[in-house]
């Protein structure tokens, strides 16, 4: 990718995305400044994709904060927290938002008995270290991911969980790309993913601008090329893991995943641990988005396709059950069922990597 997904531009106080609404037709880089903006380019899914949310939310209140002018910590922190909450309102389902902006109060809450500019500058780092990480936690996804997988595989996906979701080489999409690398030679089929198109608009552009051998199928066309034996292996993101291995991605990912299941195929969730929601127990805990009903009747067609007045029903996201999940891949390993049990193995291989870098850098 010629362009980084989020980048801060600290001289110009803004954060530079590429506006993904209007991929692939046009490139277009646009800076975000205020709240609103902020606000606004999340919900309108200018970007989007749980850790690129995350990581323009840091950046947002970072810059939201440096514009705080005050001494007074009291002072500072009300209107970070008011700032916070308001970012955190964006959309709702992706638990990276929330993960994000709560690192940040941290670092506030930390260090309040530091000078203002301090807080400021730590914010910062913090920010820059959620992007850094991600790239780090995309490429160990990648690895363990392709340790499941053979030359010349199919694979399905849905959604785009790819780099434009991502700091760097997505999380569902890493394996691919570590793949084409060793020249592995997938056959990888992409969902069209409906209703925003984002199997179509970004999936399908950004593997095949790698090179990647991709095949653009309809949401409804998944069973049949699992029935005609070219799928071996469906890898999907996440915006949120319940405890209990219950998993929230893009809308029609529980319908893929029913289908592997009737024709034994493996499910993959590609899960950065910041996506694993240890607090919420079951799916039926994850709050869905609902958006609007123009996303359904009108939008992307040339003339609105829908009778006015109909009634429309637009979750953006479902909740696949774990039972359907072969397997959860996080930057410190493979999860299997039970995952309550797995996650903690996996949780505990992250704590032991920050106590060890705590270490290294007393
Ligand atoms: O509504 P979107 O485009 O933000 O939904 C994105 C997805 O569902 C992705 O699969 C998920 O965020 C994982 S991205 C690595």
Redo the contacts with the bound molecule.
């Keep these: 990718m010629e362009y980084e997904t989020v980048e801060l531009d600290e001289k110009d106080n803004s954060i530079v995305i590429i506006d993904q609404t209007l991929l692939p037709r046009k490139t277009e880089l646009i800076r975000l400044r205020t709240a609103q903006e902020i606000w606004d380019a999340i919900y309108l ?1 200018k970007v ?4 690129a ?1 995350g990581v323009t939310a840091a950046f947002g209140i970072y810059l939201l904060a440096k514009g705080i002018e005050t001494e007074d910590y009291d002072i500072f922190y009300k209107e970070f927290a008011r700032q916070k909450d308001y970012l955190n309102s964006s959309r709702p389902t ?1 638990v990276n938002l929330s993960w994000a902006l709560r690192r940040m109060e941290n670092i506030c809450v930390k260090n309040q008995e530091k000078r203002i500019g301090e807080i400021k500058e730590a914010l910062k780092e913090e920010a820059f270290a959620i992007k850094e990480e991600d790239t780090w936690v995309c490429r160990m996804i990648g690895e363990y991911g392709l340790s499941l997988l053979k030359p010349g595989d199919g694979i399905l996906t849905h ?3 790819g780099q434009l ?2 700091s760097k080489y ?3 999409t890493a394996p691919i790309y570590l793949g084409q690398e060793k020249g592995y030679h997938f056959r990888v089929f992409a969902d069209e993913t409906r209703p ?1 198109l ?1 199997g179509a608009r970004l999936t399908a552009y950004e593997l095949s601008s790698s090179g990647v051998d991709v095949t653009l199928i309809c949401d409804n066309m998944s069973a049949m090329v699992m029935k005609n034996g070219w799928i071996n292996a469906v890898f ?4 949120r893991v319940a405890a209990n291995g219950d998993t929230a ?2 809308i029609g990912t529980s319908l893929v995943a029913v289908a592997a299941k009737r024709y034994n195929i493996p499910f993959y969730v590609c899960a950065p641990t910041s996506t694993i929601d240890r607090d919420t127990e079951t799916g039926s805990q994850i709050h869905i988005e609902e958006r609007p009903a123009e996303e359904v009747t009108e939008m992307w067609y040339k003339e609105r396709m829908a009778p006015e007045g109909i009634k429309v029903y637009n979750p ?2 479902d909740v696949t059950d774990h039972d359907l999940i072969t397997a959860v891949i996080t930057e410190f390993g493979i999860a299997r069922a039970p995952f309550e049990i797995s996650f903690q193995e996996i949780f505990k291989r992250k704590e032991e990597k920050r106590r060890g870098a705590e270490k290294e850098a007393d």
């Design positions: 899914l989007r994709g749980a850790p949310i992706a959604c785009n969980a979701a991502t997505g999380t569902a925003l984002q999907v993101g996440c915006d991605n893009k953006a996201f």
